[in-house]
């Protein structure tokens, strides 16, 4: 099992910045790729970000260019720094991780942004 608990939300401007942290601990042996997903109320969950255990990176159209995933291996922690926020952005985010031997798929508890004026 993958306990996945994530960190830095909270209430920022449009504009501003937040960067979030998810700390991986348990059986991290196999875990390949790991990402960011969003929750806005009324919508599906979405991907935000992902990263691979050797740093290739993929990003949503919408936060292209604004926000950087990074990981590192050492401290089992995957980043979303988070630039140029937008109303738009406000969701719980949630950090993912998956095992590519045995498909198994883990979630955190998820971490609220809220980005309004």
């Known amino acids: 099992q993958v306990h996945l608990v994530e960190s830095g939300g909270g209430l920022v401007q449009p504009g501003g910045s937040l960067r979030l942290s998810c700390a991986a601990s348990g059986s991290i042996f196999g875990i390949n790729d790991m990402g960011w997903y969003r929750q806005a109320p009324g919508k599906q969950r979405e991907l935000v970000a992902t990263?691979?255990?050797?740093?290739?990176?993929n990003y949503a159209d919408s936060v292209k260019g604004r926000f950087t995933i990074s990981r590192d291996n050492a401290k089992n922690t995957v980043y979303l720094q988070m630039t140029s926020l937008k109303p738009d952005d406000t969701a719980v985010y949630y950090c993912?991780?998956?095992?590519?031997?045995?498909?198994?798929?883990?979630w955190g508890q998820g971490t609220q942004v809220t980005v309004s004026s």
């Open positions: 993912n991780a998956e095992n590519r031997g045995t498909l198994a798929t883990y």
């Open positions: 990263i691979t255990r050797g740093g290739n990176t």
